[in-house]
T-cell receptor
Framework: NAGVMQNPRHLVRRRGQEARLRCSPMKGHSHVYWYRQLPEEGLKFMVYLQKENIIDESGMPKERFSAEFPKEGPSILRIQQVVRGDSAAYFC???????WGYGYTFGSGTRLTVV | ELKVEQNPLFLSMQEEKNYTIYCNYSTTSDRLYWYRQDPGKSLESLFVLLSNGAVKQEGRLMASLDTKARLSTLHITAAVHDLSATYFCAVANFGNEKLTFGTGTRLTIIP
């Protein structure tokens, strides 16, 4: 069981470029969540997706950020025209949905640095 | 809006001592999680607490939940160096799958 796979582990972008972060959930998990962690802070919810559907995007900034979880392939978090304030660790988590006994499994994260 | 507060934010302990981390949350919740994070790493799930009075133990760590007081505690017994990490609690409700995290407690065990 490979767990939740995120790539890349580290990503450096210049201001104005686009960043694409990928997340493959655990086998059998159909629910994907994205969280952002700023340095020295806790994780903040961004978006919750199921296959081909955005369920809750209440934590997503209104501009430049988008997320998808297509029928085939990984979930993608896309940040357009990155700014220095986007520098953070972005974590993806997955769950099977409806089974609360085991909680969520987090990936290793993508550390985005905007220069 | 659900708010989750942890204290202390920073904790330095000597080995073999006992201590407790507190997690308070502002509204009724169905589920409470404790996670551990090592520097530069992901979150490791420690405990999931689902009901009032729930107590779970793993090694030197024990977590409990009091839903009436909206309080969870993470108790560390006879600390050892490899417990040094940042510990987060997180809260969620059935029907709302997003987790709201506390600010974290950075624990340093001093030999």
């Amino acid at each position: 069981n490979a767990g939740v796979m995120q790539n890349p582990r580290h990503l450096v972008r210049r201001r104005g470029q686009e960043a694409r972060l990928r997340c493959s959930p655990m086998k059998g998990h159909s629910h994907v969540y994205w969280y952002r962690q700023l340095p020295e802070e806790g994780l903040k919810f961004m978006v919750y997706l199921q296959k081909e559907n955005i369920i809750d995007e209440s934590g997503m900034p209104k501009e430049r950020f988008s997320a998808e979880f297509p029928k085939e392939g990984p979930s993608i978090l896309r940040i357009q025209q990155v700014v220095r304030g986007d520098s953070a660790a972005y974590f993806c988590a997955s769950s099977p949905g409806g089974d609360w006994g085991y909680g969520y499994t987090f990936g290793s994260g993508t550390r985005l640095t905007v220069v | 809006e659900l708010k989750v507060e942890q204290n202390p934010l920073f904790l330095s302990m000597q080995e073999e001592k006992n201590y407790t981390i507190y997690c308070n949350y502002s509204t009724t919740s169905d589920r409470l999680y404790w996670y551990r994070q090592d520097p530069g790493k992901s979150l490791e799930s420690l405990f999931v607490l689902l009901s009032n009075g729930a107590v779970k133990q793993e090694g030197r760590l024990m977590a409990s939940l009091d839903t009436k007081a909206r309080l969870s505690t993470l108790h560390i017994t006879a600390a050892v160096h490899d417990l040094s990490a940042t510990y987060f609690c997180a809260v969620a409700n059935f029907g709302n799958e997003k987790l709201t995290f506390g600010t974290g407690t950075r624990l340093t065990i001093i030999p």
